[in-house]
């Protein structure tokens, strides 16, 4: 795997707010990168040092292992906070700029109007546009010189449900193809929904940072039972993977550790001729352990 | 440089307030420079005389005083041209676009000299209308015709390109630091038609002597003196002096690097 971005030490100060705090945070390439963090946490602050618009108070980072300047950022797809394009140019006008900046064709154009299905109305003015449509046409700006690495700040924010969907539906056809994307939001089903990692920040801190399947899998607790359940409190006591084993009323409640799953589990009772009527895997939401980790990270 | 000039054109080509704007900017450059003739007929009707010379003597258009005197008048209206700089950099940051075109790859100099290089084309073009309406206007109305009197003060039409490109960077600096439309035009305004000029009349000691040639509007309106002088005879100076020549490019290196200075340590 190789690096697409390294953020080392970061801190950014407005007078005696401290916005972000000796941050770091490791991007590899295909990760969807959520950062996720409440309101006023420092999201947007680190999306705009690493774009190039907000001087850091001290700290560096780097893109693919190279020093920042403006030739990487053209490499790069981004929006921050709302949609900003030029009131009085139509959409395709727009993106003619942006061309001109990146130094793409402008044959670029044509195919991602199509893809955020805008391009029958490329000749609008941007100013016409619904909240939903700016945020296709960013989506599309930050697609237009094909970049490897797409970043989102906040990108559903202020969408009604079926805006929501659409871009959501779009992050996650993006993915598919192999993108990096850094996915600022302060909604946890959002990052649970499209990203593979996550850091949580709180007040300019980074408090967590992992998978987003190990951080599912950390609460995941097994629930069964058989009609046999003495077989099945046997059979199920020789699983080497478990980290909790506990008998609750006529059901058998266990724990399993990082890396092992139900369906190992699942084929060492049937291996041992045990018949379930019952199990269901419970995992405590993500929404849980987010405020948790809030709560924890109180000072 | 061609393609940051491309990017602002991209930009302003379908802005129908910046071609409103142009567009009466240059038919008052035209009527500055094309009108005098009939100013002088009207003053003639009014009666008026200057020390027993009646107006329409006056040699206005006559080859080669007409740079000075067109350049001279031209300068009056160059913070209509101000204001069209002005709105080019606070649309950017009411727009917040400056943000996004650094975050699509332009760096924080790219975009000033973007910026630079539409201030320059302004100055250059209007430099060019001046010379093309002057040239008209002369074999039209001047009595001598030769190349040698055509281009004798042509110095004057390079100073005017300096004096419009040092004014607008001015404006671009303050709209930059301001990043309010209205806001900045009122300020230079403010700044460029009353408060220097009440400065530079009323400080008259020793110090101000001094000091004032080396105010930004004065030394802006020092580089072109008053022509008109010559025309009941007494002396003008009728050349570009060096030392106002190298107060404006200062000034103009002055704005320019405290512009970039602007861009490079504000957040966006
Ligand atoms: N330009 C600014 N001037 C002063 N304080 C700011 C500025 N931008 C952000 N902040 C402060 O920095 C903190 C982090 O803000 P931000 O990065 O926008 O958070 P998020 O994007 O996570 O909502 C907040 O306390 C915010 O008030
Ligand atoms: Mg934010």
């Known amino acids: 795997m190789s690096t697409v971005l390294h953020i080392n030490n970061l801190s950014k100060n407005y007078g005696k707010v401290k916005a972000l705090q000796n941050l770091d945070l490791h991007v590899e390439k295909g990760n969807i990168y959520g950062l996720l963090g409440p309101n006023g946490s420092g999201k947007t602050t680190t999306l705009g040092i690493i774009l190039g618009v907000t001087n850091a108070s001290s700290g560096e980072y780097s893109w693919f292992g190279e020093a920042p300047t403006a030739q990487v950022r053209r490499k790069i797809g981004a929006i921050l906070e709302s949609p900003t394009f030029y009131p009085y140019l139509s959409g395709e006008q727009n993106l003619k700029v942006i061309c001109a900046i990146k130094q793409v064709p402008l044959t670029a154009i044509e195919p991602v109007l199509k893809m955020v299905n805008l391009f029958e109305r490329k000749d609008d003015p941007f100013k016409g546009y619904s909240l939903g449509m700016k945020q296709r046409l960013a989506i599309a700006s930050a697609m237009l010189a094909d970049p490897s690495v797409l970043i989102l700040d906040e990108p559903t924010n202020g969408l009604d449900p079926q805006g929501i969907a659409e871009i959501r539906e779009l992050i996650v056809s993006i993915a598919q193809s192999g993108k990096t994307i850094i996915l600022a939001s302060h909604l946890l089903d959002e990052v649970q929904k499209v990203c593979t990692h996550f850091a949580v920040l709180k007040r300019g801190k980074k408090i967590y940072a992992g998978s987003v399947n190990e951080a599912l899998a950390e609460s995941e607790t097994v629930e069964m039972s058989a009609p046999d359940m003495e077989a099945l409190l046997h059979r199920a006591q020789s699983f080497t993977h478990l980290k909790s084993f506990q008998h609750e009323n006529d059901k058998l409640v266990v724990k399993l550790e990082d890396g092992a799953n139900v369906s190992d589990l699942h084929k060492h009772l049937i291996e041992g001729n045990i018949v379930l009527n019952h199990l269901t895997v419970k995992r405590k939401s993500l929404e849980k352990q987010f405020l948790e980790l809030l709560a924890q990270a109180n000072d | ?268």
Request: with cysteine; hydrophobic share 55%; glycine share 6%.
């Open chain 2, 1 to 268: 440089m061609i393609n940051l000039l491309t990017i602002e054109w991209l930009k302003l080509k379908n802005y129908k307030g910046f071609w409103i704007l142009t567009g009466l900017y240059y038919v008052s450059l035209l009527f500055v420079c094309t009108g005098v003739m009939g100013f002088l007929y009207w003053l003639e009707t009014k009666g008026a005389n200057f020390q027993g010379i009646t107006p329409t003597i006056i040699p206005f258009y006559e080859f080669p005083d007409i740079w000075h005197n067109l350049t001279y008048l031209a300068s009056f209206i160059k913070i209509f041209l101000a204001f069209l700089v002005i709105i080019s950099i606070t649309n950017e940051y009411s727009y917040r676009t400056i943000r996004q075109n650094i975050i699509d790859g332009m760096d924080k100099k790219g975009f000033l000299f973007s910026k630079i290089s539409l201030i320059a084309t302004f100055s250059v073009v209007n430099t060019l209308f001046i010379a093309v309406v002057g040239l008209i206007m002369g074999l039209i109305f001047s009595t001598v015709h030769d190349l040698g009197s055509i281009l004798y003060y042509a110095e004057f039409l390079l100073a005017h390109a300096l004096e419009l490109f040092t004014f607008l960077m001015f404006a671009f600096l303050i709209g930059l630091l301001v990043k309010k439309a209205g806001f900045a035009i009122v300020l230079i305004g403010l700044y460029s038609l009353i408060i220097e000029p009440i400065i530079s009349v009323a400080w008259t000691d020793a110090i101000g002597t001094a000091v004032v040639p080396f105010l930004p509007i004065t030394a802006m309106n020092h580089l072109i003196r008053v022509p008109f002088q010559r025309y009941i005879f007494m002396e003008i100076q009728d050349y570009i002096a060096w030392k106002d020549l190298l107060i404006v490019i200062g000034w103009a290196i002055t704005f320019t690097y405290l512009s970039y200075l602007t861009l490079k340590k504000r957040d966006l």
